[in-house]
């Protein structure tokens, strides 16, 4: 809908030419406007205005309908559908429905008291004091309008200013991005080339380097292969005593912390059964034996270190257990052997202090820590010495010096490589970011003229009994108490008319759909919510006011003649009674 306003002066002086043009033959309740409808023929006769009937022209207004357009009687209630027109001088002439004449009612769409003439009621003419009324809020609503057209175009300047940055903005990053993009593609290409490199080597050097690795970890396999060893001595020897307790002891006494220990045991029997037997199953142990690399052989004693612990740990807890509930009375001598054995025990396993229980674990070294040198130690100097040496010369000239940390390489090729092109890459990345938020923002539509553009991000609340209601305009709308609900993102517009805007996708309602925001904007002089209703389960309402929407009156006047200035303050609201 255009949005239009005729000016006051010009809404009188219509009004006064309209009556004075009216002649003394026009019908009751027809505008003069319409004065050349309602003539007679030379013969006197008249055709009903949808062209279904001629009757005499005597026959308007006498009060028995014979136009089925109700056309004959626009000044009777006899048809009831057509309609009478109230001149209303000294304000707005309007139209009522013809079935509303002489019943009793003085209509307020007719001031001047017209609809009622049969006499049994007298209807005052108030045009006057309604004119007056009327004319003092369009003053007020026009003053409004007027302010808000004054922010209006500088939120237009706004828009525009800023839509053109935002584009130069967005020339200017797209322009550099094919920049960084190829920055990013060179350097993968150089990390991949350094990669490539790098697998070579450890390829072409995979033996010597196993050879190394092996020298390397020798002594400290030996080492965790004889805190295995012991590891393994303790388990013996927690198997023998429980399995001799569980042979040996007096079965008459019933002791039940002897039978819950041994029970346990039992337990712990059949569970390790089942892992040797998966063990057996899932690989040929010796084939594996001999395929794997020392650091494999280092994880593997370690890892079997670490599981006979448990297991110790797990009986000396059992006879434990057994210690604190046992019978002394019975003095059975499997049970007291058992205990014995704990009780030699329990200082070495609960100091942690003790090598093997506390350092169970030896670290293992990098491939290349401790070589802080470019040359083997003199001991060293055997045939593996040579082959480090060699080593590390090949690292060094191709830059992987981190297989040598300690040697005059600080950082390899790779490194160096996987740095630029993680920092290429991370320009990459924020460039298309950027580029896809002025997107968005270039892409929005903030109406024909960019008037809304100022609005973006801007929020504005409306405070009712139980809840707060929030709308960043663009973004999100929300409905806050305790806490906050989402009422929806901004979706679009509705219509052409760039008043009323949608929310939706926000928290869905229980048992029902998401909730959804549609909001209603008319010209105010500050962006305000003015009402919010929830017409619909979880569907909301606002109605809002914007500088954005009051529109130059004088331009619409000219685009659209028919509508009024409450229209342009209201837009879509209509006269009941409006034709
Ligand atoms: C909350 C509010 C209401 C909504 C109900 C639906 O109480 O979001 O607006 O009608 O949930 O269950």
Redesign the pocket.
């Known amino acids: 809908m255009r949005i239009t306003c005729i000016p006051i002066v010009i809404t009188l002086a219509l009004s006064l030419i309209q009556a004075n043009v009216a002649t003394k033959n026009l019908p009751r309740g027809v505008a003069p406007s319409r004065a050349k409808l309602y003539t007679p023929d030379t013969k006197g006769q008249w055709t009903c205005l949808d062209g279904s009937k001629t009757i005499a022209f005597t026959a308007v207004n006498d009060d028995y309908c014979d136009c089925p357009d109700g056309s004959d009687e626009p000044g009777t209630s006899a048809c009831g559908t057509g309609y009478f027109h109230c001149s209303n001088i000294g304000h707005t002439p309007a139209y009522i429905k013809t079935s509303r004449l002489n019943d009793g009612v003085c209509d307020p769409e007719c001031c001047d008291g017209s609809d009622e003439f049969d006499g049994h009621i007298h209807c005052p003419n108030v045009c006057e004091q309604v004119g007056a009324a009327s004319r003092k809020e369009r003053e007020k609503l026009e003053k409004i309008h007027k302010e808000g057209n004054k922010i209006r175009k500088e939120y237009i300047a706004f828009g525009q200013t800023s839509k053109k940055r935002l584009k130069e903005q967005l020339d200017k990053l797209q322009a550099a991005s094919s920049s960084v993009k190829q920055a990013a593609a060179d350097t993968k290409a150089t990390l991949d080339a350094a990669n490539a490199k790098l697998k070579d080597y450890l390829e072409s050097t995979k033996l010597e380097r196993e050879a190394a690795r092996e020298l390397q970890l020798a002594p400290l396999i030996e080492q965790q292969t004889q805190r295995l060893d012991h590891a393994n001595k303790i388990n013996t020897l927690f198997r023998t005593t429980l399995d001799d307790l569980k042979e040996t002891h007096n079965k008459n006494f019933h002791d039940m912390a002897v039978k819950s220990t041994i029970s346990g045991y039992d337990e712990y029997l059949e569970e390790l059964k089942k892992q040797e037997e998966d063990k057996n199953n899932s690989s040929n142990k010796e084939e594996k034996e001999k395929e794997r690399s020392a650091l494999e052989r280092m994880h593997a004693v370690q890892d079997a270190t670490y599981d006979v612990k448990k297991d110790i740990g797990l009986m000396f807890q059992l006879i434990k257990e057994m210690k604190e509930k046992y019978n002394t009375e019975y003095n059975d001598e499997a049970v007291l052997k058992a205990i014995k054995v704990l009780d030699e025990f329990a200082p070495t396993w609960e100091d942690s202090s003790n090598d093997f229980v506390g350092e169970e674990f030896i670290e293992i070294p990098d491939e290349d820590a401790g070589d802080k040198k470019e040359e083997a130690k003199p001991e060293e100097k055997g045939a593996l010495g040579e082959v480090y040496n060699r080593l590390l010369k090949g690292a060094s000239r191709i830059g992987l010096g981190f297989l040598f940390k300690g040697s005059k390489v600080n950082k390899s090729e790779v490194e160096i490589a996987q740095e630029a092109y993680n920092k290429a890459s991370e320009e990459k990345r924020k460039s298309l970011e950027e580029i896809q938020k002025l997107e968005k923002k270039v892409n929005t539509d903030y109406g024909p003229d960019e008037a809304f553009a100022k609005l973006v991000d801007q929020c504005i609340e409306f405070k009712e009994i139980e ?1 707060t209601y929030t709308l960043c305009l663009f973004s999100e709308a929300k ?1 806050k108490s305790n806490s906050d ?1 989402s009422l929806g993102t901004f979706s679009s517009w509705v219509g052409d008319n760039y008043d009323t805007q949608l929310y939706t996708g926000g ?1 869905r ?4 759909p998401e ?1 959804s925001v549609k909001v209603m904007m008319a010209c105010g002089t500050e962006n305000k919510i003015v009402a919010v209703s ?1 017409p619909s ?2 569907e ?1 309402l606002y109605k809002m006011e914007t500088p954005a929407l009051c529109h130059d009156l004088s331009e619409d006047a000219k685009n659209d003649s028919n509508s009024n200035l409450h229209d342009a303050v209201y837009p879509g609201k209509k006269n009941r009674d409006e034709l």
């Open positions: 809840y409905q609900t928290a309602c229980w048992n029902g909730r929830e389960k979880c909301y």
